[in-house]
């Protein structure tokens, strides 16, 4: 089993900062790259950021220049800095990994279907 598990949302004002972490935890952990996705109401999920191990990173337009994502290897663990928050960044933000793992019957696993449960984060105007 593999265990995505955000942390860091919250409610603050417009203009104001939030880190989000994720740490990635399962049975010989392969981690090729794991991103940000957010969904807010009404609307699809889309991607935020992601990075690779080795700190290749991306970005959606509507972020860059404001939010910052970077990586532990050694920890399994994504953060994403968010900066000047906008009400827009509205959503609830998913953590999502590309990885290997090995299962109980000692299977590898591998895929970029990974999700974690979702952290919300409200931005106020």
């Known amino acids: 089993q593999v265990q995505l598990v955000e942390s860091g949302g919250g409610l603050v004002q417009a203009g104001g900062s939030l880190r989000l972490s994720c740490v990635a935890s399962?049975?010989?952990?392969?981690?090729?790259?794991m991103g940000w996705y957010r969904q807010a109401p009404g609307k699809q999920r889309e991607l935020v950021a992601s990075?690779?191990?080795?700190?290749?990173?991306t970005y959606a337009d509507s972020v860059k220049g404001r939010f910052t994502i970077s990586g532990d290897n050694a920890k399994k663990t994504v953060y994403l800095q968010m900066d000047n928050l906008k009400p827009e960044d509205t959503a609830v933000y998913y953590c999502?990994?590309?990885?290997?793992?090995?299962?109980?019957?000692?299977?590898?696993?591998?895929?970029?279907?990974?999700w974690g449960q979702g952290t919300r984060v409200t931005v106020s105007s």
């Open positions: 399962g049975s010989r952990l392969i981690i090729y790259a």
């Open positions: 999502n990994g590309d990885l290997v793992y090995t299962d109980e019957m000692g299977t590898m696993v591998a895929g970029k279907d990974f």
């Open positions: 990075i690779t191990t080795s700190g290749t990173t």
